[in-house]
């Protein structure tokens, strides 16, 4: 046995780097393993706060370990304080089950009591305050060979264990009382999740401390999170983030002396986030506030044209020019204001300016898009006052919001609802765009 | 100032959404002084936003709501409020006269602790709906028509005008509820204004004297013969407008 | 020794400090013990936790700009430091699908990280602020600060300093009690009363972050959510009653300083640590036995219950 035993650690001493940096790049790359995968359930089951509380409810197990083994065994360590982050998960639930008392009480009482359990024992046998420190705020230099054995061998448990029960556990995040009816064995798919729970914080230990771990297994997984709607995508990116992460604070308090490693990968973490939050294709903030300004230019655009219809319309289709100033007068605004809408009306092709500067005209395409809006409006409102009970006066104001949204599948939905109708509720006729097609002509 | 001629309580396109939801759109409505009003509709259509956006507790996205004339808040305490009982927490250290006394608080102040006045008050409400020897039990050790019972003494304490209940019915024994019904009739016969949000459609044709039809939208508000229809009934139940509930949709989503 | 001795012990060594340990830890706890009541009403436990990892970069920005721990800066770097939080946590979940747990935790884990580091690179080696003490604090060292004559006796300052706290905070606690009652049972009530939730809500924040500020000299960042939750958690499970449930934490924040005070004796431990362990002890106790929701009570009366159906049923045939 001990032949196996020998043959398996040459083979994991053959992944071991030599040098410190790769060590830190190794722990890195563990930790951003453990923690990314475990973050995106962690993000999905909305139980942050578990994760902070298992992260600090470990400490009193490392205190003992480094108590109890005088050669600082990471072996022991990473044994008792993964058992005090069970034992601490198992009395949240056992507080939960038991009492009146809510998640948020049960957790935070474990949180604290534990934690301070951790630091009176620390307190009574004072010899290794500095090991201590490296566990609670992290420092990714201190890890040596054994430290990245015993973090290999977490972290392959936790992956090839993550691996084979991702499905069910990726059911039971979404809808518990349906894995139930599957009959999954529901109490230990949760035990599981605890168990893989206490495995990462135990391997981001040493690089990010007790107190910081919880970011790491938050942080990551929530920016992945604005990245991409498939799990599997947000498994990888969150690896991805929490390796990256760890590899940039690593570099970076280097860099310092004396500062702990835990903040800075928490920190560099919580860039990553930000630049992501900001800059995400879809679910961005610059992103979501980019189409809303660029849909207002387009809402503008579209009342400009509607305007120039309804001046048309006035005038029973007799000229074919308008002038700015009209636009100006039937839209309210200065005829500066409407001068740059009309730019940007000609820029997309919808008008024509005269050579005087002064008039201009629809071309077939703003012909098009204008009869579109007008029909949209008039429909809408016939809509509402016939099929939903609509008060007449109510309708404008509906109408003016809705006819810049309405899809043509819509649009033909609502015509054939209303069996094709000529007039709207206020006796104006309903524009045919589909005639203009037919017609090589642009007046009517 | 002749209020008695202002409706309790008036909408103007009233529109709601919820978390990029459409739930009300476009709610007019005008409910006179003193009637008793049943709420009804199909489930998700918008009843209980109604009461929490007239409230002011479910922010609106559009439109007005005036009570007896004035704006919501200046005129929030002629408003009485009774919650759907699920959303309490029961665990709550409180006892049936400690809810109860909350119905006094409106006048009170920051400040001032409820005196013997409140007490009184609180104390006759309890009365009125038989809970008063529970006065000392915290309220989790209840009965569901106790809890609603209580909830009621609460509103019953506020002296409002204006009373607006969240489905009290839900839930409870016959007794409770023909106490309930008997209650709010013997409020009406007082000139109060009462609104419920009601479940049960066979009963509603009982219990109220207007019905309010909502659908995501206003489908008839009037006097229960006038409403009680089946075609009206049929345009409430009978499945949502799709094509207005998609577009709703699409706007709500902007 | 014997038992007496382990009960004089403190006296001995420490003679009339162990007084002011005691006092200490009490004006620390007691305002704790009575907001955090109201933190774990309205299940909000974790946003104190929150608060009080949030407020560190605000202690130590204002204590680099000081130089004094004492400072009332120090309040207004914290007040900030918990604004920029909840900014900063709205900001994430109102605008994106990253939900309130996980845009809390990002917050409070980003703003300590920043905590730390601004505390390593402005402060260096600081003996009044530094990683320890924002672990768990100097109550222990109290007996070292500067004291005070006060009716003959000598008392330290910061003994003095966090009495006035305790005070102003069951003013507070006794002014408002009932409107924080009624938003925390039926906000939409409350709202219907004038009383908005969201200013009820930014007021009992910035209390906590306040209390958080004063404690932090005491007890560090970490143990702090210890006193806010367990005093308010144990007398939950003792009583129905608020009043009565109030008192019970205070009554607990005061057997903790106590507790606390021996095992510092006895163990020569950590003094916040100790105050901690032993309010989790009385936590412990209450769990067990409180009268409402103790397990050995429910076990009992459910044997009770068990029985009298049993005897029924041979009675009714």
Known sequence: MFGEMSVLASVMDILIPGSGSGKAIMAAVLLGAGCGLLGCFVVLRRVALMGDAVSHAVLPGVVAGLIYSSERSPGIIFLFAAVAGLLGAGLVRLMMMSTRL??????????????????????????????????????????????????????????????????????????????????????????????LLTFSVVVALQAVGVVLVSAMLITPAAAAYLLTDRFERMMILSVVFGVVSGITGGLVSAEVNGLPTGPVIAISATVLFGVIYLFAPRHGVLSKVM???????????????????????????????????????????????????CK?????????????????????????RAMEIVRNHRLWELYLTNEADYAEDHVHEDAEKIEHILEPGIVRQLEQHLDFPELDPHGKPIPQPAHLVAQSTVTI | MNDEQEPALETHDLTVTYHKR????????????????????????????????VMGVVPSSGGWVKVFGKPMRENLHRVGYVPQRESVDWDFPVTV??????????????????????????????DKVGMLPYSNRQIGNLSGGQQQRVFLARALAQDSDLYLMDEPFVGVDAATEAAIVTLLREMRERGKTVMVVHHDLQSAGEYFDHLLLLNMRLVAFGAVQDVYTPELLQKTYGGRLTILSEVADQAAKL | ??????????????GVGALWLILMAFFVALPCSQMGSFLILRRMALTGDAISHSVFPGVVIAFFITGDLASPWLIVGAGLAGLASTVIIELIHKWTRVKQDAATGISFTALFALGVVLMEVLLGKNVDLDLECVLHGRLGLLLEEDQVALFGMLVPVPVLVMAG????????????????????????????????????????????????VAAFQAVGAILVIALL???????????????????????????????????????????????????????LLAWLLGPVDGVVWKWLKAEHSALEESSDEDGNS
């Not at chain 1, 940007?344 to 005269?354: H, K, P």
């Not at chain 2, 709420?39 to 929490?52: E, H, L």
């Open chain 1, 102 to 195: 809510k998640s948020d009480a049960a957790l935070g009482i474990v949180l604290a009591t534990f934690f301070a359990f951790g630091i009176m024992w620390q307190s009574r046998n004072q010899q290794d305050t500095v090991g201590v420190m490296n566990f609670l705020f992290g420092n990714i230099g201190s890890i040596d060979a054994s430290d990245l054995r015993m973090m290999l061998v977490t972290t392959s448990i936790l992956v090839v264990t993550m691996f084979f029960l991702r499905r069910p556990l990726l059911l039971l995040s979404f809808d518990e009382g349906f894995s139930r009816g599957l009959g999954y064995p529901v109490k230990i798919l949760n035990g599981v999740f605890y168990f």
């Open chain 1, 291 to 341: 189409r809303t300004l660029r849909r207002r230019m387009r809402v503008r655009r579209e009342n400009t044209l509607k305007a120039i219809y309804q001046i048309h319309e006035g005038e029973g289709f007799a000229h074919e020019e308008v002038s700015v100033l009209m636009l100006a007068r039937k839209r309210g605004q200065t005829e500066e204001n409407v001068s740059k809408d």
């Open chain 1, 344 to 368: 940007a009306l000609l820029s997309r092709g919808f008008i024509e300016m005269a050579e005087d500067g002064v008039s201009l005209h629809l071309s077939r395409l703003g012909w098009k």
């Open chain 2, 22 to 53: 459409p739930v009300l759109y476009g709610i007019d409505v005008a409910v006179p002084q003193g009637s008793l009003v049943g709420i009804v509709g199909p489930n998700g259509a918008g009843k209980s936003t109604f009461i929490k956006s």
């Open chain 2, 97 to 126: 006269m400690d809810v109860a006394l909350m119905g006094t608080y409106g006048g009170l102040g920051l400040l001032r602790r409820p005196g013997k006045a409140e007490k009184l008050r609180a104390s006759e409400a309890l």
């Open chain 3, 1 to 14: 020794m014997s038992t007496l001795e382990y009960i004089t012990l403190p006296w001995e060594v420490l």
């Open chain 3, 165 to 212: 706290v305790s005070a102003f905070t069951m003013l507070l606690m006794g002014l408002f009690c009932r409107v924080m009652m009624l938003s925390s049972f039926d906000a939409d009530l409350a709202a219907s009363y004038g009383y908005r939730p969201a200013v009820i809500h930014y007021s009992m924040m910035f209390v906590v972050s306040f209390i958080v």
């Open chain 3, 229 to 283: 939750i367990l005093p308010g958690a144990a007398a939950y499970l003792c009583t129905y009653r608020l009043k009565v449930m109030l008192m019970i934490a205070a009554l607990h924040a005061l057997l903790s300083a106590v507790g606390g005070l021996y095992l510092h004796v006895w163990f020569n431990s950590n003094m916040a640590a100790s105050v901690v362990v032993s309010g989790g002890v009385l936590f």
